[in-house]
């Protein structure tokens, strides 16, 4: 059974910074592609970043040169770490997988980003 889990996100003040962490099991996670996606209040969810299952990247242009994906396959673990972080990042983060074709979610973690 695949499962995720996020790490615990927070308040963060803007210029801070913030590392989520997702856990991940049920699956071969060095054989996937590992995605952190957003979901901000009354906006439509959104791809933050991924990572393949050979370490290519790519990311969302509006966190480009503030955030960085990376994974840990002998943790089974994936990483965001957030620098710089703006008003505009606030949302509920999401650490995601596509399994054989299905899509799977962790419950997502809250980044407040405020003074």
């Known amino acids: 059974q695949v499962q995720l889990a996020e790490s615990r996100g927070g308040l963060v003040q803007p210029g801070g910074s913030l590392r989520l962490s997702c856990a991940a099991s049920?699956?071969?996670?060095?054989?996937?592609?590992m995605a952190w996606y957003r979901q901000a209040p009354g906006k439509q969810r959104e791809l933050v970043a991924v990572i393949t299952n050979a370490g290519r990247t790519n990311y969302a242009d509006s966190v480009k040169g503030r955030f960085t994906i990376s994974r840990d396959n002998a943790k089974n673990a994936v990483y965001l770490q957030m620098n710089s972080l703006k008003p505009e990042d606030t949302a509920v983060y999401y650490c995601t997988v596509d399994v054989t074709g299905r899509s799977y979610w962790g419950p997502g973690t809250q980044v407040t980003v405020s003074s």
């Open positions: 049920g699956f071969i996670f060095n054989a996937y592609a």
